[in-house]
């Protein structure tokens, strides 16, 4: 269940064209979506339409993916029908990104490609950088590791082969880019020693940046990952903190939820328990900011797991069912997205054969009902398995849930049998004790009795023994009977005198042997009192505790402390 690798962050290029719509359209990004809209239908211009539907795509690109890829989408068909090459690719490069965010990488891949076939016409390094950097992003999503690096290798060859003299902000971040993610690779192969290599290159290439790139903050949280995996620990912390610092300068909830996250795991694997606590609780607070599922259940299997190795069920099973909680969560939004997925990929298949219908409409028809009727039952299908596993997992939850009450309750019993136990010893101990004290106190008072009996050359013998058995006597038995009862009730005598700080010592001692659920009679043999006193003694401190009028006992009352 617990997943104890930090999330990597696989670095991504975006980048929108505003410097083309400056002249028509100032600060797209700024208006509301309708506004945009609004643009698209009284405008001409290809170029407008196009730029306007990807600056949509981009707005709504973490709020509603569906919608990212549908203006993403419409982008694409106005560039193809324009002909002109530069918006094809523009619109092929942002209708990559879309593909990428909604999970259809074999689809991005397609256009990132088609988009690096126009940027390696033009001999533009910075497009070429791009095309490769995101094809490596899809190939390492693909896990195709080799590929990846193969990818990252070229694209970094090339780059610096091609450099122009200027090293400007794009330079250190492209740089920087094709580092992260070859380090991402060197890390998925387990050469951990590369990968510390390429995150530091990154690191000495973007750390200029200003303000401080997002980018910078990734590297230092990957690289403090490798160190916490190399179990350098001192240079995982510093780096860490300094990710942390980055993030938090640049408001990155997110990134500061998984910042403390990977924090807690350094002071968890460093057994500093109660730091790791508190940046796992950090975490949390920013995760519920951000409202991400994933995010969290990550967080509370790090809670979980670190409350269960040290041993507290209670709060182990607080946060094993806050993590079945998102786990639920993130199999709906799973599912919601599989959906998407299929739906949006049947769309995309369906403009394909669209554009192949101008000639060969009747049997594209055909083609296209089969296509239908299949995907429907795939879904049909994929719902039904769904609804099956979905309710396995819940027997499987109910089943785990009854478990884990019966160790609670088992729990619960071993410490109440504990406690009992230790209450026997404790009014055993004082019984002894006294009983102790009471035969050696006779003993030496028969020897003292008699002593002029004795002859005089044995008086000094039995002065010495006399002498002896009074050091056997315990002078503090009854400091030693508190002691040893704040040991098992630590807070019991706090918690009394905040209610009633006017009990007398023999009171206080009267409450610590009923907490102990001592009869009056135990009481009477332990004190040497007689019963009739215990039981005055005990109506006098009801009247104390204002339960004279109360039903509530004194036992019961002082159980609660």
């Known amino acids: 269940m617990a997943r104890r690798a930090s999330v990597t962050a696989i670095f991504f290029f975006v980048f929108t064209f505003s410097g083309l719509l400056a002249a028509d359209i100032p600060d797209t990004l700024t208006l509301r979506i309708d506004s945009m809209l609004r643009i698209v239908s009284g405008t001409a211009s290809d170029s407008v339409k196009v730029n306007t539907y990807i600056a949509l795509s981009q707005e709504v690109a973490f709020s509603n993916i569906k919608k990212s890829m549908l203006y993403a989408d419409q982008a694409s068909e106005i560039a193809r029908l324009s002909g002109n090459r530069k918006l094809m690719a523009t619109a092929s490069y942002h209708a990559g990104v879309a593909c990428f965010n909604l999970g259809l990488l074999e689809q991005a891949a397609t256009h990132f490609y088609e988009y690096l076939e126009y940027a390696k016409g033009t001999g533009n390094k910075d497009d070429i950088s791009r095309g490769l950097i995101n094809i490596s992003a899809v190939q390492l999503q693909m896990k195709q590791f080799d590929k990846a690096e193969e990818t990252l290798l070229n694209g970094l060859d090339f780059y610096l082969r091609n450099q122009d003299g200027i090293d400007d902000s794009l330079t250190k971040a492209i740089l920087a880019s094709i580092y992260n993610n070859l380090g991402i690779v060197s890390k998925e192969k387990n050469d951990l020693k590369k990968a510390e290599s390429f995150y530091q290159k990154g690191i000495a290439s973007v750390q200029l940046l200003k303000p401080q790139h997002q980018l910078h903050a990734n590297l230092m949280n990957n690289l403090g990952m490798v160190y916490i995996l190399q179990s350098d620990y001192d240079k995982a912390f510093s780096v860490l903190t300094q990710a942390l610092r980055l993030r938090e300068e640049n408001d990155d909830v997110a990134g500061i939820a998984a910042s403390h996250r990977n924090l807690g795991l350094y002071y968890e694997k460093t057994m500093q328990t109660a730091e790791a606590k508190k940046h796992y609780y950090q975490a949390i607070r920013y995760a519920r900011q951000t409202g991400s599922p994933a995010l969290l259940e990550g967080i509370y299997s790090n809670v979980f797991e670190l409350f ?25 939004e799973e599912t919601a997205k599989v959906l998407t997925q299929m739906e949006l990929s049947m769309q995309f298949k369906e403009r394909e054969q669209l554009q192949k219908a101008e000639q060969e409409r009747k049997e594209q028809q055909y083609l296209f009902i089969g296509m239908l009727l299949f995907t429907i039952a795939i879904i049909i299908g994929l719902l039904f398995f769904l609804s099956q596993a979905r309710l396995r997992r819940v027997k499987l939850e109910k089943a785990n849930s009854e478990l884990a009450n019966k160790n609670l309750q088992l729990t619960k019993e071993s410490l109440e049998i504990e406690l009992e136990t230790k209450n026997k010893e404790l009014a055993t101990n004082v019984m002894y004790q006294l009983r102790k004290n009471e035969i050696v106190d006779n003993i030496v008072q028969k020897l003292l009795k008699h002593s002029h009996q004795f002859k005089s050359e044995n008086k000094e013998l039995i002065q010495s023994i006399i002498h002896d058995l009074e050091k056997t006597m315990e002078e503090d038995v009854w400091s030693e009977f508190e002691m040893r009862f704040q040991h098992v009730h630590n807070d ?70």
């Not at 040290?310 to 993590?323: E, F, G, P, V």
């Not at 505790?545 to 609660?560: A, H, K, P, R, V």
């Open 308 to 332: 269960n190795s040290t041993h507290q069920a209670d709060s182990a099973l607080k946060y094993l069912i806050l993590l079945n909680e998102q786990l639920d969560l993130l199999n709906h």
């Open 492 to 561: 019991f005598y706090q918690k009394l005198n905040e209610i009633r700080p006017d009990l007398s010592p023999n009171e206080r001692r009267l409450c610590a042997f009923l907490k102990l659920n001592m009869t009056t009679k135990e009481i009477a043999a332990i004190t040497g009192q007689s019963q009739r006193s215990i039981e005055v003694a005990r109506t006098r401190l009801r009247k104390k505790l204002d339960l004279t009028n109360s039903e509530q006992g004194l036992i019961e009352f002082l159980s609660q402390f």
